[in-house]
């Protein structure tokens, strides 16, 4: 390729034999386009959405701490702090790709393949068996309201509840509808349930009976067993009985035979 010029005495021309190569500048462009991306800002949003406030803009390079990972976001997310000039930015990057995050989910996942060390046998929790509070209920057999055999041997289940109830009164029904909800809840669990009543007859006993649709067994109180425990049959009292026969509550209250029920079925 020549180049041409006028002299003031003539006409001069020169090869050009190292023309300027354009195929050389993107070697150019290239630093200018990675000094850009160092210093692009990333957005501190209010919330973990794509679409939530921007409450500050800090670049890679900041010192942002990530506080935790928030799970049950569509996008990932994460809590982060950074201190800037006017003060502590809280906030969320909806983001995992800046480095710092990278880095945290790095160590979340050695962290999750380490196991945590066993207790010393001295540190573990001791199982405290409950107190019984008053005399074993010794296994029972007898006839239920139907004139079926009815036998009550605590060793055979895991929590036999007792109850004794006059079915005439109105407080006694009402509380003995409350205890079958206790004994539905517990019963695919290995609860036990029986009733000894106090009825004038038979047919009394039928008259209320036909309302409730008892669903545990039933019989008469003609033993006077209740009396061994202080039972009050007018209210309807309950005896919650372990697996070993002991007796560890006595009780007219659902909410606390319900608390004893659970708390005996846990130590199995």
């Not at 800046?98 to 001791?126: C, D, G, H, Y």
């Not at 079958?180 to 007859?201: D, H």
């Amino acid at each position: 390729m020549a180049s041409c010029g006028r002299l003031a005495i003539g006409l001069f021309c020169r090869r050009v034999t190292n023309p300027p190569q354009v195929a050389n500048l993107p070697h150019i462009i290239l630093p200018i386009m990675l000094i850009a991306a160092a210093n692009a800002s990333v957005p501190i949003r209010d919330a973990c959405s794509e679409d939530a406030s921007v409450v500050a803009n800090v670049q890679e390079s900041d010192a942002i701490q990530i506080r935790h990972a928030v799970s049950g976001e569509s996008l990932p997310c994460y809590a982060v702090s950074v201190m800037q000039a006017s003060g502590e930015v809280r906030g969320y990057i909806v983001s995992n790709t800046l480095p710092v995050i990278q880095e945290f989910e790095r160590r979340r996942a050695l962290e999750s393949r380490i196991p945590m060390p066993a207790l010393p046998e001295t540190e573990k929790k001791a199982v405290v068996p409950m107190t019984p509070v008053g005399p074993a209920f010794e296994p029972w057999s007898g006839a239920d309201l139907k004139g079926k055999r009815m036998q009550i041997d605590p060793a055979a289940g895991k929590v036999t509840l007792i109850t004794f109830w006059a079915v005439e009164s109105g407080a006694a029904r009402r509380y003995v509808g409350n205890l079958m909800k206790i004994e539905s809840e517990f019963r695919p669990r290995g609860l036990k349930s029986f009733g000894f009543m106090q009825v004038a007859s038979r047919e009394r006993a039928d008259y209320y009976l036909e309302d409730l649709s008892l669903d545990f067994p039933q019989a008469s109180d003609r033993q006077k067993l209740g009396s061994k425990y202080n039972v009050d049959a007018n209210k309807g009292t309950t005896l919650v009985v372990d697996s070993s026969k002991n007796v560890v509550a006595v009780s007219s209250n659902p909410a606390e035979i319900r608390a004893a029920v659970a708390r005996l079925l846990s130590l199995e």
